[in-house]
């Protein structure tokens, strides 16, 4: 940097006056709320153990987690909507309700059983919940009982003056183990936030003993929905920031400036890599630094090591991905910058003997802490300004989080964060987008004006790529990062990358830190101590280097970028990486046993590949739905206008009550309640409305018209505001009854009355109903539901049920937890056979080694087919709208996203398809071309095995058949695509097995036992496809040996001399597949669309087969 001592002298300063005027003015600029926190975790940790022994709470041995909770919801709805920030504010200072509060959590693994004990920031018990089994065993008390208990219940320590507040709200719930519970829901007398914002307590006995006892706030559904919509315009804009990203920054910024530069020599890989590692490193050991708190999501079903084992591997998952983000973008900045600015100093030597004691180093760094000191000027006189003068809202957030210290290392938080964003957002955000514009600039002879672009550019995508910031106006964070921008941006140009991350993270570490410089708790001191450390490690390198010299380095030479030179081209390896070897007779696959072991498929395939027989067949088209959908809402009362947006879509999905039903009684009781109780295909016609006031659009209108239309089943949604009758019990069981004779035909008397439930709204009181069954069909397990909801007097719609035990869902959870870990393993070792197959591709493509004709064809092939499915596709997309957003924000990002995905999935697609036809052509020298019918034949002999391979495991659920392409605007072309995109996925993925045994072990040469693990690995991997792999191990082993046996054996025998049978072997078996469920017609056309699929098929087989034979 500047040499000249006054430029010092006035950057320090303006940087000690700017932290001056941050801490003077910070709460000025972002108002904090100052609550009181006088309880700390211990504390709050013992008094619950106090409470829970008293009470009886909970388990017996229980483990503790806890956690200080904010109510950020309701906040949001004040500053806005209800009073503002004062109010918000005044709620906890006068003690009406308190939104800050520790959540201290008793459970035990394996237990349903319990409790949570809140309390205030000052340490008085405020609330408790209980959760129970549902066959703990309890009383069943009438109401008044349960009424008069849970009053004389309020003990004095949980001080609730219960004449402040009115009964609004009743429910009595009986539980399967015979416990009745009521609920008693108060609203606080005579206070209101904003427009129908109210304070509550609702008290629930558990039989004959009070289990819960909660303070909550109602924030109205109109301001979740005016929040939803106001947010949907930061969300936009933030989207297409990280579309601009992904596309410009990550695609051809880093992946395509990596490429181009392999190509040239100019890459540095190694120290790249090794620090995209180290902050990869911290940004996992963020998330588990508050380890402690993950314990209050833990879910007991499961065993306490499955949950730390979910943990690990996704934080595994985490480093790889991370480190390769960073990685990446590091090797790209780093090299562009060094190409692009001759005159910067080589970034990664900066650290090194006699460059970091340098005085030009030393000033650069310098430089970037005292710049941080403007940087907290500028954001806290900004937002000063922009509240005041401009009215920007941005929300106020405690002066303390007590969760800061919950972690292991509570300092840890701010320097890792700060870490991951300091470096990599420079690196992406300024090196990335200067440098490559500088070196555009240089190839067409306008070096400056690109720069200049690319400077404008730059700062605008970092501002909008925070603009998803809980903020108004939705610009304002692109409107305040764009100046410090355009600082980080001129660092950057005049002195490299160094400065600028420097600034970048500390401002960061400050900001985030902050709180525990505010904090005054035992400790803290040491945890200011480590940030403080950490934040200077730069200057510490620094010092170190001049105490190990004993002198400063006043000149660099020979260390700019101009110096360093392009190392001379490596020397090719003449052999192959795809080692050539003899041709051998085959043993076991010779043509006659070829023929053999095909005719045994077929005939396995014939007995054991059932076609879907367990669904009822489409009788009605989406057409014919829509009409009798329409009669039905009209006798409903409903006839919409233009105004209403008719969307429809076929539901044909597996609910857990469906493998409930299949895996207790049996495929004959599921098929009995199938359509009654269980759900059936069926069409969903739905009306909702996109335009108008957003509160009123959360009506909206659903008819559902089952396969043969002679069943349909209305529901209305109405608005949470709109008016209506408040009803008395007697009277809403009035009219539920009369619905359930007149509806479904039936005597309602008897079924048995399980719930009974009221709703406060603002302006009426809603009702639920909840019978069972015991007449249709007597389960042990379980329960046959019927539900009646309404709103005011209104019928809204009601349904049929079947209760799943909660013993069962838990068992249900810990079987997958369980397995969880060796899924992860199998479906890694899939994903990085394909990985290698595109990083070869790519390598080999910048070798000039990579057939690019071959490339584009299957590219623009693959974006013709996405682009056709995107539109007839779109359908569904625009189902899954949210009527609280804008319909164009909605539309703009499905479309763009979807693009976005089918472009990058087609590239790498095109990738791995040209890179295999050259990456087998090292086949071997065989002395026979191959017959197109020993594909076949090998084809249909697995395909026989896929069946009984399904018939060995247990069955879980039934085969519900595949109606997706109803949901297409051209069905057959539904069918098509499914078909033809997973036959070129799994020949994608059986290729690159293939291609990476015959690199692990030389085609069969060397590493033997590696290739053997490799083969079981994806043995496995493919078997655990089918859901009940995991219901016997002694099963999934056996089964898992068997097929890594017979694949490896078809790979040594047979696949390793003839890879370019790979497409006819899986086309043959997708056919085979296709024709079998085709003929059992799940909806018109369904046979004949699986005819066209398989003609379509085999030319995709042939055409691939003539592919690789030509390599």
Known sequence: MHRKPIFWILLTISSFSGVFYFIENFDSAFPALTVNVKMNREMAIREAEKLSSKYNWGPEEYKSAITFDG?????????????????????????????YVWRVRHFQEQNPNEVSIWFTPEGLPYSFSQKLSENEPGSAL??????????????????????????????????????????????????????????????????????????????????????????????????????????????????????????????????????????????????????????????????????????IFSMLILFILQSTLYGLSFVAAESLTRKAFPNQIQFWKIWSPNIANSTTV??????????????????????????????????ADTSYDPNLLAAYFPWLTSIGISLGAGFWEECLFRAVPLAGAALIGDRYGKRNLFIGIAF???????????????????????????????????????????????????????????????ADVPGIYFQRFMVVLFLFIPLWVILYFRFKSGKWIMELRKIKNSNWQVPPPPIENEEPVFYHYPQKKSVFFLRKNLIVVGVLGSLLWIFYGHPYTDQQSMEISKTDAIKIADEALTNFGFSPDSAWKMES???????????????????EAYLALRGKYLSSP????????????????AEEYKCYVNYNGDKVNVWHQIPESRVGLSLSEKDARSLVLDHIKQVYEIDPLIHRELEANSFKKPNRLDWQFIYEDTTTFDLDKGQLRLTVALAGDHITGSFRSVFVPESWKRSEKEKESRWFPIELILGLSMTLSLAYVVVFGTISWSKKKFNTGLFKKILFLFIGIGLFQLWSGLPMQLFNFKTEQPYSDQLYQAIIMGALVLFLGSLL????????????????????????????????????????????????????????????????????????????????????????????????????????????????SVISQNRGAFESIILFLFIGCSCSAIFLLLYIDFIRYNPSLIPVIFGTMNIVITITSGSSNLYAGHLIGACVCSIFIAGFSYLWYQLLEDS
Not at 81 to 91: P, V
Not at 277 to 297: D, R, S
């Open 682 to 697: 069926s069409w969903e016609i739905r009306y909702r409305k996109y335009y108008g006031d957003v509160a009123d659009r």
């Open 362 to 395: 030393l000033g650069q760094t310098l430089g970037g802490y005292l710049i941080t000191g403007v940087f907290m000027f500028y954001a806290i006189a900004f937002y000063i300004f922009v509240t005041k003068n401009l009215n920007w809202w941005s929300p």
């Open 456 to 518: 404008i550019f730059q700062a605008v995508v970092f501002g909008a790529a925070h603009a998803n910031y809980p903020v108004q106006p939705a610009y304002a964070r692109v409107v305040e990062l764009m100046i410090p921008s355009f600082l980080f941006a001129y660092i950057y140009l005049r002195f490299g990358l160094l400065p600028g991350i420097i600034m970048h993270y500390s401002y960061d570490v400050a900001m985030i830190s902050l709180q525990l410089f505010t």
């Open 909 to 1020: 697609k095109a990738i791995i398809i040209s890179s295999t036809k050259d990456m087998v052509a090292y086949g071997g020298n065989r002395i026979h071309k191959p017959v197109l019918w020993d594909g076949v034949f090998v084809g249909l002999f697995l395909v026989g095995g896929y069946a009984v391979i399904n018939t060995l495991f247990p069955t879980l659920g039934s085969n519900l058949g595949n109606y997706s392409p109803l949901n297409e605007k051209v069905t057959l072309w539904g069918q098509l695509y499914a078909s033809v995109s997973g036959y070129v996925n799994i020949v994608i993925g059986a290729l690159s097995i293939v291609i990476c045994l015959n690199v692990i072990t030389k085609n069969w040469q060397n590493k033997i036992p590696i290739g053997i693990l490799y083969t079981l690995l994806i043995g496995f």
């Open 142 to 311: 009438s109401r008044d009982e349960a009424f008069k208990i849970a009053i004389a219940s309020l003990k004095d320590e949980w001080f609730v003056d219960i004449g402040q507040y009115d009964l609004v709200d009743e429910s009595e719930k009986v539980q399967p183990g015979g416990r009745v519970d009521h609920t008693f829901t108060y609203q606080l007398s005579n206070f209101q936030l904003g427009e129908d914002g109210y304070i509550k307590l609702r008290l629930t006995m558990q039989g004959d003993r009070l289990g819960e006892l909660i303070h909550f706030a109602q924030v109205p559904e109109a301001h979740k929905r005016r929040f939803s919509e106001m947010r949907s315009a930061n969300d936009t804009i933030a989207f297409s920031a990280n579309i601009i990203i992904y596309l410009l920054y990550g695609l051809l910024g880093v992946m395509v400036s990596i490429f181009f530069l392999m190509r040239t020599r100019w890459i540095l890989w190694r120290q790249a890599i090794i620090w995209g590692m180290i902050v990869g490193f911290f940004q996992v050991a963020v998330q588990l630094n508050f380890i402690p708190m993950m314990w209050m999501e833990y879910n007991t079903a499961i065993s306490e090591t499955s949950f730390m084992m979910e943990i």
């Open 649 to 667: 879509r076929l539901n044909s999905v597996e609910r857990q009550m469906d493998r409930f039903v299949w895996q207790e009684y049996g495929r």
């Open 71 to 99: 109510n950020r919801n309701l906040q949001t709805f004040v500053e806005l909507e209800g009073g503002g920030l004062d109010t918000f504010k005044m709620l906890y200072s006068d003690s009406i309700f308190f939104p």
